[in-house]
């Protein structure tokens, strides 16, 4: 099985970025309510004024796809132009394998030293 990670960014007005996401609050707590919904979750870059990172992780493509079809996600839209344009890059990824970061000795590892092939 594989899990299916959204990465976005998004510039928003700088003067009106944290409003904006406040008031979409109810959209994101929908979407984590979502069968297949692990995690989703906005923050706001500390180094550029008004630019919002997203990270979600789900648990399948299907789910996915009805998270695209259920208001969390077509409002969202709508509420992140309510106070001007954006400038937004989305990116989606499958992930067919995932591992710890640190070995046995706790020394940081780059490949899946876990994995059994």
């Not at 594989?2 to 409003?19: F, G, K, N």
């Amino acid at each position: 099985m594989s899990i299916i990670l959204i990465w976005a960014q998004m510039d928003l007005p700088p003067e009106h970025a944290h409003a904006i996401i406040d008031e979409a609050k109810p959209l994101i707590e929908a979407a984590l309510e979502e069968p297949g919904c692990e995690i989703y979750t906005w923050s706001h870059d500390p180094y550029v004024p008004g630019r919002v990172n997203v990270f979600e992780r789900w648990t399948s493509e299907e789910e996915l796809a009805a998270h695209f079809k259920n208001p969390a996600y077509t409002d969202m839209g709508k509420q992140l132009r309510s106070r001007g344009p954006i400038v937004a890059q989305s990116r989606k990824f499958r992930v067919d394998a995932d591992g710890p970061i640190y070995d046995e000795t706790r020394t940081p590892r780059a490949d899946f030293f876990d994995l059994v092939f």
